[in-house]
């Protein structure tokens, strides 16, 4: 989608750290982590949120947790949290769905 930054770092056309990447999954370190951990991990194709999900995109969410747990065994990250802010009022900034991985410290709970 046009004017979307993580369909641009997804295409190869922004920078990005990438840690992992398939046919349908792109995972790459945040910009201004909040954890000594933090990546992110997109659908390639653009989805703007959980909410905007259906049916046939259960198997894409699927893989998108599996790749979370993939790349926290590939960091050596026993402890981690898996979030999705979903809407503005949630903290979601960029319209592309994705999950945020974060660990290499205390999580504390609940969350802000
Ligand atoms: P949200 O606030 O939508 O849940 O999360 C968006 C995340 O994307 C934020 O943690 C922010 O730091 C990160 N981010 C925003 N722009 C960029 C960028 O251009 N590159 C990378 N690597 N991360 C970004
Ligand atoms: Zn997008």
């Known amino acids: 989608m046009a004017d979307c930054i993580f369909c641009?770092?997804?295409a190869g056309e922004m920078r990005a750290r990438l840690v992992y990447e398939?046919?349908?999954?792109v995972a790459f370190h945040d910009l201004n982590p909040q954890a000594p951990a933090h990546i992110l991990i997109i659908?390639?194709?653009?989805?703007?949120?959980?909410?905007?999900?259906?049916?046939?995109?259960g198997a894409l969410l699927g893989k998108l947790?599996?790749?979370?747990?993939a790349i926290a065994k590939e960091?050596?990250?026993e402890n981690f949290r898996l979030v999705l802010n979903n809407g503005?009022?949630?903290?979601?900034?960029?319209?592309?769905?994705?999950?945020?991985?974060?660990?290499?410290?205390?999580?504390?709970?609940?969350?802000?």
């Open 65 to 69: 947790q599996l790749a979370a747990a």
């Open 22 to 25: 398939n046919d349908d999954v």
């Open 88 to 112: 503005k009022g949630a903290g979601q900034s960029v319209a592309h769905l994705h999950y945020h991985l974060l660990g290499g410290r205390r999580l504390n709970w609940p969350p802000g």
């Open 75 to 77: 960091n050596k990250l």
């Open 43 to 57: 659908p390639r194709r653009h989805v703007a949120s959980l909410s905007a999900c259906s049916e046939e995109d």
């Open 8 to 10: 641009k770092i997804a």
